[in-house]
């Protein structure tokens, strides 16, 4: 799974800024938790096996400049928090179960 506990929770990864986790065939949904990443500038997690929804605390990673997560097993709509942010350039959802 890639969004293990250890990584999302209070005490997870609070202070990544790049995290890159494409091509390695995991399994497991985007935790709201994911919030918490506020420092977080690139989310790649592309070709894996992620299900389940957009969290819409992904809002909270303002400093964001490319979330991609192409070539997975993504559904539902995105979230309007997304709107949020303004730093994005760079987002690729296709190959997903979005609409």
């Known amino acids: 799974e890639l969004f293990q506990p250890e990584y999302s ?3 997870g990864l609070t202070e990544v800024v ?10 497991g949904n985007i935790p709201k938790e994911i919030g918490r990443w506020t420092r977080l500038q690139n989310l790649w997690f592309a070709d894996n096996e992620i299900t389940g929804t957009i ?3 992904v809002g ?5 400049n490319a979330f991609l997560f192409y070539k997975n097993k ?7 928090e997304i709107g949020n942010l303004d730093k994005l350039t760079w987002i690729d959802m296709e190959d997903n179960q979005i609409v």
Not at 60 to 64: A, E, G, P, R, S
């Open 9 to 11: 929770g209070p005490n």
């Open 18 to 27: 790049n995290f890159r986790a494409s091509l390695n065939n995991f399994r």
């Open 55 to 57: 969290p819409r605390e």
């Open 60 to 64: 909270n990673l303002v400093d964001m």
């Open 74 to 80: 993504i559904a539902g709509t995105i979230p309007d």
